[in-house]
């Protein structure tokens, strides 16, 4: 009795093992697609950023003739006029390429003398990327060129606007021959810029007040970034991560690829994924922008205002760093050689992240604000006149100190430079 149900068992088992085997082979299988609201995405924490949101002219310079300048920061009304509502919505084509060197363009009798707008970018800006927040319709040769600022001025010999797009170097000018810009329109905003306060400048290169200038000290309390959190955001899978406690109290996370190191002391994270890219590969600057900016976007986020303040190096292969510098209200928080606060750091190689760097603090809302008045006219002169490094100054203006304690973050404006290494120090 036992043997035949064991038969009649194993029957049924191979009959269905046959059927099993004819519909695999012969069936037609019926596939669902699954909409794209059903994969659970990535989980997105701090402000969002586009590009735009992140390269944007530091200033904008007003030129009214006769030696008359003003400068026009970031948060002015009047800079949001000109940029993001005139100049975004022209449209520039046609460039023709001009050696500085020898030419017969002044630019010191046209900054003197010719009314117009100086747009100043903290960094060269590929012309790639400069694509993606201005109108400009241009291909190869001048593609992979670096735009430091660009002029608009009234040629009042032949009544027309000339529009000049200068590389890093000053070397090389650009001009867009096809601009669809109004004498008139320029001369309106001319006229507004002789109501701000007036600035002088000696080589063009940095422009200084003439009179005091009024900023804001700020105080907040903060939140931290956690390890846990950021566990979650940049490896594959937490679980399999591991700590190792240094002596100087740095925490180092890995899961034997990647690497993420927390000082505790500095306030300060760094992220480590190594990554493979052709050895001798073309780095693609517009590729890496991008992909810094969502990388960003992916873990963290922004967090406050940031502006795309270094890229290095310029051309070449390998890995490729990109700085994004944070600012608050006009001015930018700067930091000295010692300092890790105030900008987020990200290298690439052909788009792909191997480095990302960042404070790990989060700056509430300001708990007190107090006005502060930072020197202008002869004051700021004799200031810049006594710095010991002056010979290496390449630019002047208002930043912020930080000054962090374990429950506040407190930023005094000064007035700061910026040298020919990159570094900054305060006056």
């Not at 990554?275 to 590729?287: L, T």
Request: charged share 20%; glycine share 6%.
């Amino acid at each position: 009795m036992r043997e035949r149900l064991k038969s009649a068992i194993l029957f049924v088992l191979v009959g269905a093992s046959l059927i099993q085997s004819y519909v695999l082979a012969y069936g037609t299988p019926k596939f669902e697609l699954v909409n794209q609201t059903d994969y659970i995405p990535t989980e997105l924490t701090g402000t969002q950023a586009n590009v735009e949101d992140v390269v944007y002219p530091e200033q904008i310079v007003v030129h009214s003739g006769n030696k008359k300048h003003t400068v026009l920061p970031i948060q002015m009304p009047f800079y949001h006029m000109i940029y993001n509502e005139f100049l975004q919505q022209r449209r520039f084509e046609g460039f023709h390429r001009t050696n500085t060197f020898g030419s017969s363009l002044n630019m010191e009798a046209i900054r003197n003398n010719s009314p117009g707008l100086e747009i100043k970018f903290r960094e060269a800006v590929p012309l790639s990327v400069l694509q993606r927040v201005m109108e400009i319709k241009e291909e190869a040769p001048i593609e992979n060129d670096y735009i430091a600022k660009i002029w608009i001025y009234i040629d009042e010999s032949k009544g027309e606007v000339k529009a000049l797009f200068f590389s890093e170097s000053n070397l090389v000018v650009y001009e867009a021959v096809k601009a669809d810009l109004d004498a008139a329109k320029i001369q309106n905003f001319v006229n507004l810029g002789e109501y701000q306060p007036s600035y002088h400048t000696e080589t063009g290169d940095y422009y200084l007040p003439d009179v005091p200038v009024e900023a804001v000290q700020y105080k907040m309390s903060y939140t931290e970034l956690t390890a846990d959190k950021l566990k979650r955001s940049l490896f594959a899978d937490p679980a399999m991560v591991s700590l190792l406690q240094e002596k100087n109290g740095t925490q180092f996370y890995t899961d034997a690829k990647r690497g993420l190191q927390m000082k505790s002391a500095q306030h300060w994270l760094a992220f480590t994924d190594p990554v493979s890219a052709p050895v001798n590969s073309k780095n693609d600057v517009k590729e890496n922008m991008l992909s810094a900016i969502s990388f960003i976007n992916q873990h963290e986020g922004w967090n406050g205002n940031y502006l795309y303040s270094e890229l290095s190096p310029k051309q070449g292969t390998g890995p490729q760093t990109i700085v994004f510098r944070q600012y608050i209200d006009n001015y930018p928080i700067i930091n000295t050689k010692q300092d890790l606060f105030g900008y987020i750091k990200v290298v690439l190689n052909k788009g792909i992240v191997s480095n990302y760097e960042r404070s790990t603090i989060l700056m509430d809302k300001p708990s007190s604000k107090t006005q502060v008045t930072l020197p202008g006219g002869k004051e700021l002169d004799d200031l810049v006149k006594a710095y010991p490094r002056r010979a290496q100054v390449v630019n002047v203006f208002p930043a912020y100190k930080a000054g962090i304690t374990d429950k506040t973050v407190e930023l005094t404006p000064r007035w700061a430079v910026e040298l020919r290494d990159g570094t900054y120090e305060f006056l």
